[in-house]
C-alpha cells in the first residue's frame, strides 16, 4: 500500500510538472528609424502647410523658410539642417486663434503624418 501511495504521488508530481509552460520574454519589436534627410523635411513641411489652409507667400528652400497666412495670422515654419545630420523643424504662428485643434496642433499632425509617423 505505501509503495502504491509513492507510485501516485510520484506521478501527480510529474504531472503537474509537465503541464508548466515556460513562455518566452516578450521582446518588443524592433524599428529601424532613418534620419530625415532635408528634402523629405521640406516637401513634408510645405505640404502639411497647405493641408492645414495654410496659404504659402514664400517658399525660400536655400534659407529653410517658409512663411504664409491663415485667416490673417502671420505663420513661420522653418526647416534647419543640424551639424550631426539632424533636421529641425520649427512652426510659429503666435496670433493665430483657432482652438481645438490649435493650428500648431493641426499643422504638426499633419507633418507627422506626411513624414509616416
Known sequence: MNHLFRLLAALLVCIGLASCVAYPYPYEAQTTMVPASFDRS?????????????????????????????AGAAVTITVEQQA????????SAPDARETNPTLNDRWLGNYN?????
Open 84 to 91: 550631426g545630420g539632424n533636421v529641425r523643424v520649427g512652426f
Open 42 to 70: 521640406w516637401d513634408a513641411a510645405l505640404g502639411a502647410a497647405a493641408d492645414s489652409g495654410i496659404q504659402v507667400a514664400s517658399a525660400d528652400r536655400a534659407s529653410g523658410r517658409i512663411t504664409g497666412t491663415k
Open 113 to 117: 503624418r506626411r513624414m509616416g509617423r
